[in-house]
């Protein structure tokens, strides 16, 4: 395999996971069949995961070196053993996303606390077919609950112009997450606004260009701003996103954001998150 073939396989690997969201399946954690599956070996499969696992490692270690992200984490009150889940789309799914890059901080700074962290947001997911995942989420009762969609809804596939959700339906359909949301927390529902993405540059990308697919960042941002006027609380990470600093917040593809990326929004996000908890104590 050659070193192209390993990168775009390492892409591909980094934001589908098949044990995630075929988990009913018998072989769906045998990591040799996915490796099959990514077409590469078994050792290239797991030698990568380790990868993103380090990256991860990394980027909080980084973070908790940073005085203001550290005094966040320190100050948050939470009980410990508390479960904090997150429902969305590839962005949080990433391998080595914000939530995953929150979690580990937590166990390096704050061990004591036994956190419970429940990733199960699902590559290409909108709001409706949040509404399947939510169903796990009524189960589980998290403590904790964060929500970051919105982007696939503005997804057109082909030569057509309809989104694959219309705006009217993403209103129906945000109300509709968070009532349920709102049903099966114990503390804290939290959503975080979509930020748009690069439409030039999804054009040109490798693997997007397989799907026959762009994204209409209008309608993303005007997601973005619906979320805003919700009565729930929300953390607004869109403009991490905005002018020149965007160049290096995105991957190449245009649609997925870049560690840095990543991590400006873990910071963002336990500033915001800490901010909210301090909130509802003084309420």
């Given at each position: 395999?050659?070193?192209?073939?390993?990168?775009?396989?390492?892409?591909?690997?980094?934001?589908?996971?098949?044990?995630?969201?075929?988990?009913?399946?018998?072989?769906?954690?045998?990591?040799?069949?996915?490796?099959?599956?990514?077409?590469?070996?078994?050792?290239?499969?797991?030698?990568?995961?380790?990868?993103?696992?380090?990256?991860?490692?990394?980027?909080?270690?980084?973070?908790?070196?940073?005085?203001?992200?550290?005094?966040?984490?320190?100050?948050?009150?939470?009980?410990?053993?508390?479960?904090?889940?997150?429902?969305?789309?590839?962005?949080?799914?990433?391998?080595?996303?914000?939530?995953?890059?929150?979690a580990k901080s937590f166990a390096i700074a704050?061990?004591?606390?036994?956190?419970?962290?429940?990733?199960?947001?699902?590559?290409?997911?909108?709001?409706?077919?949040?509404?399947?995942?939510?169903?796990?989420?009524?189960?589980?009762?998290?403590?904790?609950?964060?929500?970051?969609?919105?982007?696939?809804?503005?997804?057109?596939?082909?030569?057509?112009?309809?989104?694959?959700?219309?705006?009217?339906?993403?209103?129906?359909?945000?109300?509709?997450?968070?009532?349920?949301?709102?049903?099966?927390?114990?503390?804290?529902?939290?959503?975080?606004?979509?930020?748009?993405?690069?439409?030039?540059?999804?054009?040109?990308?490798?693997?997007?260009?397989?799907?026959?697919?762009?994204?209409?960042?209008?309608?993303?941002?005007?997601?973005?701003?619906?979320?805003?006027?919700?009565?729930?609380?929300?953390?607004?990470?869109?403009?991490?996103?905005?002018?020149?600093?965007?160049?290096?917040?995105?991957?190449?593809?245009?649609?997925?954001?870049?560690?840095?990326?990543?991590?400006?929004?873990?910071?963002?996000?336990?500033?915001?998150?800490?901010?909210?908890?301090?909130?509802?104590?003084?309420?």
């Open positions: 395999m050659s070193q192209s073939e390993l990168e775009k396989a390492k892409r591909i690997i980094r934001f589908f996971h098949p044990e995630k969201r075929f988990g009913f399946m018998p072989g769906a954690n045998d990591t040799e069949a996915l490796a099959r599956i990514f077409g590469v070996s078994q050792q290239n499969y797991l030698s990568i995961r380790e990868e993103f696992e380090l990256n991860v490692n990394l980027t909080a270690r980084e973070l908790l070196n940073e005085v203001d992200y550290m005094r966040s984490l320190k100050t948050i009150t939470l009980p410990a053993g508390s479960k904090i889940a997150v429902i969305g789309d590839s962005l949080t799914d990433d391998y080595q996303s914000w939530f995953e890059i929150i704050r061990p004591e606390l036994e956190l419970q962290w429940i990733n199960t947001a699902l590559s290409g997911d909108t709001t409706m077919q949040l509404f399947s995942t939510l169903t796990q989420i009524e189960k589980l009762k998290p403590d904790y609950l964060f929500c970051l969609i919105g982007t696939n809804d503005g997804r057109i596939h082909g030569a057509g112009e309809k989104s694959c959700t219309g705006f009217r339906e993403v209103i129906d359909n945000l109300s509709e997450i968070a009532s349920r949301a709102l049903s099966s927390v114990v503390k804290q529902f939290i959503w975080l606004t979509p930020v748009g993405v690069k439409e030039e540059w999804i054009k040109q990308d490798w693997l997007l260009n397989q799907f026959c697919a762009s994204w209409s960042n209008k309608q993303i941002l005007e997601t973005a701003e619906l979320i805003r006027t919700r009565p729930e609380k929300h953390i607004d990470i869109a403009p991490l996103f905005a002018g020149e600093r965007s160049e290096t917040m995105f991957l190449e593809d245009g649609l997925h954001w870049s560690l840095q990326g990543q991590k400006a929004v873990a910071r963002t996000v336990m500033s915001g998150f800490s901010q909210i908890l301090r909130s509802k104590i003084h309420d």
